[in-house]
């Protein structure tokens, strides 16, 4: 019973404007709004307000988010969106150096680009260097034999023949880029 008052005075509410004016009926307001309002809390739909329109939609019994990935139907299976803590390749790709992630080198030519430069015996340098290291200016960098020198995502860039492995060098700015096991 106190709900039904409660939906009827707020109907009155919205029609009059205020609670003030639907207790006491003001001679300026327009004729007949307070019959209006009256039969308003009168009526059916007056005393029961309806159901919000959302308020029977299905629940969902699973999270929208399981260990940082989105869990809903075709939902990508191990984003970068996904926190490190739960996917080892974003784990491994934060602490990958953001210069080695302009190269993108499949293993088919990394092979391609290892097997060019053995033959194309470059002497092996004796530098410690690793991705994102600045080489210093007395290690030579050599151009990138003809075969693999197209390469998508090699264009433009040098190499430096280590004992065990091939550096993939920026020359303008020599840091290396990518490091291929020879």
């Known amino acids: 019973m106190h709900h039904q008052f409660v939906t009827g005075v707020a109907l009155a509410v919205l029609l009059l404007g205020s609670p003030a004016v639907a207790q006491q009926p003001d001679s300026k307001s327009a004729p007949g709004q307070q019959e209006q309002a009256e039969k308003a809390m009168s009526s059916e739909s007056g005393r029961t307000a309806p159901a919000e329109p959302g308020a029977h939609a299905p629940t969902q019994d699973a999270a929208v988010l399981w260990n940082g990935a989105l869990n809903v139907p075709d939902a990508p299976a191990d984003s970068q969106t996904i926190p490190a803590?739960?996917?080892?390749?974003?784990?491994?790709?934060?602490?990958?150096?953001?210069?080695?992630?302009?190269?993108?080198?499949?293993?088919?030519?990394?092979?391609?680009?290892?097997?060019?430069?053995?033959?194309?015996?470059?002497?092996?340098?004796?530098?410690?260097?690793?991705?994102?290291?600045?080489?210093?200016?007395?290690?030579?960098?050599?151009?990138?034999?003809?075969?693999?020198?197209?390469?998508?995502?090699?264009?433009?860039?040098?190499?430096?023949?280590?004992?065990?492995?091939?550096?993939?060098?920026?020359?303008g700015n020599r840091v290396v880029v990518s490091e291929i096991a020879l």
Do not use: C, W
């Not at 390749?89 to 210069?99: F, G, S």
């Not at 290690?139 to 990138?144: E, G, I, M, T, W």
């Not at 090699?154 to 920026?170: C, E, F, P, S, T």
């Open 85 to 171: 803590k739960f996917s080892e390749r974003n784990d491994a790709l934060d602490k990958q150096p953001i210069m080695a992630l302009r190269v993108k080198l499949t293993d088919e030519q990394k092979r391609t680009l290892a097997d060019a430069v053995k033959t194309a015996a470059a002497p092996a340098a004796d530098v410690k260097a690793e991705v994102s290291t600045e080489l210093p200016v007395n290690v030579p960098l050599a151009d990138l034999p003809a075969a693999v020198a197209e390469l998508p995502g090699v264009h433009g860039l040098k190499y430096v023949r280590l004992a065990d492995r091939l550096l993939l060098v920026q020359p």
